[in-house]
């Protein structure tokens, strides 16, 4: 019916190569979505309205696209407004890297880069940023994955493409050192350096911020109960606004030298207290996770 909002969702996923595509198309499988790679775009509205009329409970499908020729930024603008005007909500996820990474990436899997042809494999990804900028000037979302691992990509997509049924805010709580620097996917980062450091009392040095002895030193601090409300209260002014503007991910970073005592000990707090907090229907606010980048680093 004409004015009905959307009833299920396409998501391209498209990149550079080497950028992580098959990464996230294997996160979004694992999550329930209908996955197909390197369909052509000719095709792409067929096969949606074929297993839209085979299974009407498929209601998130994902097209991994790929740079087989330099038409397919207006072909991908073309089918979008299609398969909009026929239904679907329609969504676009770019993944990115480095060309000092691309090429590290390729060399290690000893694996050619599919437009190098007779070319270096430099030549090739140039070739391919070129075919690619229209695609990803349209994204909704571009993701840099030059400094992920496989599993930090798949945090963020399973954090930004959530089920739709959920209306929750995903909130990743994340403790890490400042002397390893600080995490490039971090939404806001707040510094705990200002609380005395376990480290220098010699029976809790070799403990870390989820002992017991450590939590208890960290939080009994001057400022450190205050600093834990002081990250509460942020996610809750800004959760309302990620919701409506579309950004289902946050990552708060929690700082201290290390990433083993104070940082570790606060974000297990925050985390806590985040999952605890219920809304109107007395169902969780926020899905939390809390990750430790540097705890058991030297």
């Not at 709580?173 to 600080?182: A, T």
């Not at 606004?241 to 925050?270: D, F, N, P, Q, W």
């Amino acid at each position: 019916m004409a004015g009905s909002p959307p009833d299920y969702t396409v998501l391209f996923v498209a990149g550079m190569s080497g950028a992580g595509r098959s990464t996230a198309a294997n996160v979004l499988e694992d999550d329930g979505w209908y996955v197909a790679d390197n369909v052509p775009p000719s095709l792409i509205a067929t096969m949606v309205r074929t297993v839209r009329e085979s299974d009407p409970a498929v209601a998130r499908l994902a097209m991994v696209l790929r740079a087989s020729d330099d038409g397919i930024g207006g072909q991908l603008d073309d089918l979008r407004k299609s398969l909009e005007a026929a239904g679907a909500r329609t969504k676009l996820l770019f993944l990115d890297a480095s060309d000092h990474v691309l090429v590290r990436r390729f060399e290690q899997v000893r694996r050619r880069h599919p437009l190098q042809g007779r070319e270096t494999l430099v030549d090739g990804i140039a070739r391919e940023r070129v075919i690619l900028a229209p695609i990803k000037n349209s994204a909704d979302l571009v993701v840099e994955t030059s400094a992920l691992t496989a599993a930090k990509l798949r945090e963020v997509v399973e954090g930004v493409y959530p089920h739709d049924t959920d209306n929750r805010l995903s909130v990743a709580v994340q403790s890490f050192g400042f002397k390893y620097g600080l995490p490039i996917d971090s939404d806001y980062v707040a510094d705990a350096r200002f609380l005395p450091n376990p480290y220098w009392i010699p029976e809790l040095r070799a403990h870390n911020g989820r002992d017991d002895d450590v939590r208890d030193y960290v939080l009994g601090q001057d400022g450190a109960a205050r600093f834990v409300d002081l990250q509460l209260g942020m996610a809750e002014v800004v959760a309302p606004g990620y919701l409506r503007e579309g950004k289902r991910y946050m990552t708060i970073s929690i700082g201290c030298t290390g990433g083993k005592h104070r940082s570790v000990a606060i974000s297990e707090e925050i985390g806590r207290r985040l999952g605890e907090m219920l809304d109107e229907r007395g169902a969780p606010r926020f899905d939390v996770r809390v990750i430790h980048r540097d705890l058991g680093r030297e």
